[in-house]
């Protein structure tokens, strides 16, 4: 396995920032690589200069003779007044990829939607992406270089995309690199990871996961040996504040110590955390939606016949293509859009706080400075026990004092989306509906935004491509296929399922199915399949306090088996106890798993 592109002592700077320091590391044949870390800490900036579009200031960057390499930056480089197929081909004739069943599948999956003789100047930001994408993944490279490749695409498309680039090459062949906030994506294809933080780069094995543990571990380590660092600083500190009122001088070695280790402080990284802040009381009506339909002037049907009934607590996640009405079912939810057929009732105390995926709070705000915007909340709120600021917990959120008095359009998509959610937390609503909120985070904030979410005691509404944020924090997902909502109980596997059976041709056969009109109605069916609505929350809510015990318990009778063979043999009365407690915690575990049964069949029979 031989190294294809090479990096020695390469370091790079942009005005006020050094984000890269003599940093050598090389790519090898067969490796798929992720890189990951803080937004604006260079992961783009190591991407180009890896690509040979951006010269470091230090250092060299080889590529060995001969390989070709392609590079999908964030922003693409197509001219507008190319016909798209010329666009994704140059000057290679029709015949040649036509003929290729691998490249079909890719315009198929990508572009099929799209005129290939159309303008590239008249399509929209993200067919523009989705053209670029294909550019890249239709020609034949050693190497593969992307930056984002995921933007501007579905749960299906990028499905397929990581399929794609999982069976590209042969096992020991090729090589890929990738800039991806996606974490999904990240460990179904990459089985290294590279951390750009602090003008350094880390390599870790493994995919994202095995990069979570891998940093976990390296920090454990890390804060043991500060902390002893810290013990001895602090004694030496101590030392040289109370030494014995009659000197007039201390040891010199011991003074020079004292400096060194204060020196050597390492500067902490952002420390992100944001906990719960006050919401609003929320009455036991939220959203109620019945025989819902829309339809745009001139289109086709958007929403098409849904009743949904959302209740106080409710988490919900809504799956969809791209154009399938996501956006669109919001505003009906909302009351920002009036069904054309159909009602809506919100309830009276509900107090909505939505983030839509242009972040349209700020949007007539770029001439703002951020503590401008923060200036029109209250000047204190009630977070964790504290009272705390708006400027202090937008520092929570990884902001710098300095960045404060930046202007909104000077920020960067990470920065803006951060205030933009603050923002909208700081209004104090009880129902959250967010609108691809994983846009522009990199996927240290998407954690510390996911933890912020986990606590979230109102209603939460969110729609998202980003299915580790999807299956995260809500309790039930629903698909809206075709103008219809429908449950999917298996996630985000179920719904691409569903896809693919839809693509097929292939039809449900049951009643919902028959009547043509599959409906959500609370986490589940039709109102008319038996149980009342306000049945099917109390069983929807017993079914994952259960779900949460049998978690909570599931390593207890391995732990309970070890504590029993830990007991000494002759002692007889220990053992005993020991066995009862074992089979008292079996016999609990085996009643919380016939429970969970029969609640998981009343709710998929009703």
């Not at 992961?43 to 200031?57: A, F, M, R, W, Y």
């Not at 798209?84 to 004739?93: L, Y």
């Not at 501007?152 to 906030?181: F, N, Q, S």
């Amino acid at each position: 396995m031989g190294i294809l592109i090479g990096l020695e002592h390469v370091g790079h700077e942009w005005p006020g920032k050094s984000v890269l320091e003599d940093q050598t590391i090389g790519i090898n044949e067969g490796e798929r690589i992720g890189i990951v870390g803080r937004n604006g800490d260079g992961k783009s900036t190591l991407l180009e200069i890896v690509g040979h579009v951006l010269e470091p200031d230090a250092g060299t960057v080889t590529w060995r003779r001969n390989i070709s390499v392609g590079y999908l930056g964030q922003a693409d480089q197509l001219a507008d007044d190319d016909p798209v197929r010329r666009a994704i081909f140059g000057d290679v004739p029709e015949y040649t990829w036509a003929s290729d069943a691998r490249i079909r599948a890719i315009l198929d999956e990508l572009v099929g939607d799209l005129d290939l003789d159309g303008i590239v100047g008249e399509l929209s930001g993200g067919q523009r992406r989705r053209v670029d994408l294909c550019r890249v993944l239709c020609h034949t490279w050693d190497v593969i270089l992307m930056d984002e490749p995921t933007n501007h695409l579905d749960l299906a498309a990028i499905e397929c995309l990581a399929g794609h680039l999982k069976r590209r090459w042969p096992a020991g062949e090729g090589a890929l690199l990738v800039v991806t906030h996606d974490r999904w994506f990240l460990d179904e294809v990459c089985e290294h990871m590279w951390e750009v933080h602090d003008r350094r780069i880390e390599p870790f094995e493994g995919g994202y996961s095995a990069y979570i543990q891998q940093r976990v571990e390296r920090e454990r380590q890390a804060a043991v040996m500060e902390e002893r660092r810290q013990n001895t600083l602090r004694k030496e500190l101590n030392w040289l504040a109370h030494g014995a009122k009659a000197r007039t001088s201390k040891p010199k070695f011991r003074i020079e110590a004292a400096r060194a280790l204060i020196a050597n402080d390492p500067p902490l990284r952002n420390p992100l955390e944001l906990k719960r802040l006050a919401v609003s009381r929320l009455g036991k009506q939220v959203i109620e939606m019945k025989d819902v339909s829309f339809t745009y002037p001139g289109g086709p049907h958007v929403i098409d016949g849904v009743d949904w009934l959302i209740g106080p607590g409710d988490r919900y996640g809504i799956l969809g293509a791209n154009g399938a009405g996501k956006s669109t079912l919001l505003a009906l939810m909302t009351g920002a859009l009036a069904p054309t057929s159909g009602t809506v009732k919100i309830g009276f105390s509900v107090r909505f706080g939505f983030m839509s995926q242009h972040l349209d709070a700020l949007a007539e705000k770029d001439d703002w400075r951020v503590l401008e915007v923060l200036g029109r909340y209250k000047r204190s709120y009630l977070v964790g026990g504290k009272m705390q600021s708006p400027t202090q917990l937008i520092e929570r959120l990884g902001f710098d004092q300095r960045e404060l008095t930046n202007f909104i359009k000077d920020l960067s998509g990470g920065q803006r989306r951060r205030l933009a959610l603050l923002c909208v937390i700081l209004e104090e609503p009880n129902v959250l509906v967010l609108d691809e909120p994983g846009n522009d985070l990199d996927t240290d904030m998407l954690a510390v935004m996911e933890d912020l979410l986990d606590s979230w005691p109102g209603t939460l509404l969110v729609v998202s491509h980003d299915r580790y944020l999807m299956e995260r924090v809500t309790d039930d997902q629903f698909a809206l296929i075709d103008g219809h909502v429908r449950h999917v109980p298996g996630g985000v596997d179920e719904y691409l399922r569903l896809l693919g059976e839809r693509d097929a041709g292939e039809k449900n056969t049951g009643p919902a199915a028959a009547a043509g009109e599959p409906r959500a109605d609370g986490p589940s069916r039709p109102a008319a399949a038996g149980l009342s609505n306000q049945e099917r929350r109390e069983l929807k809510k017993r079914f994952d306090a259960v779900s949460r015990k049998l978690e909570k318990t599931a390593g207890e009778p391995e732990r309970l088996r070890a504590e029993m063979a830990a007991v000494d043999a002759s002692d007889y009365t220990a053992l005993m106890a020991a066995q009862e407690a074992l089979d008292a915690c079996l016999a609990e575990r085996e009643a919380l798993e016939d429970e969970w049964l029969e609640l998981s069949d009343r709710l998929d029979l009703d």
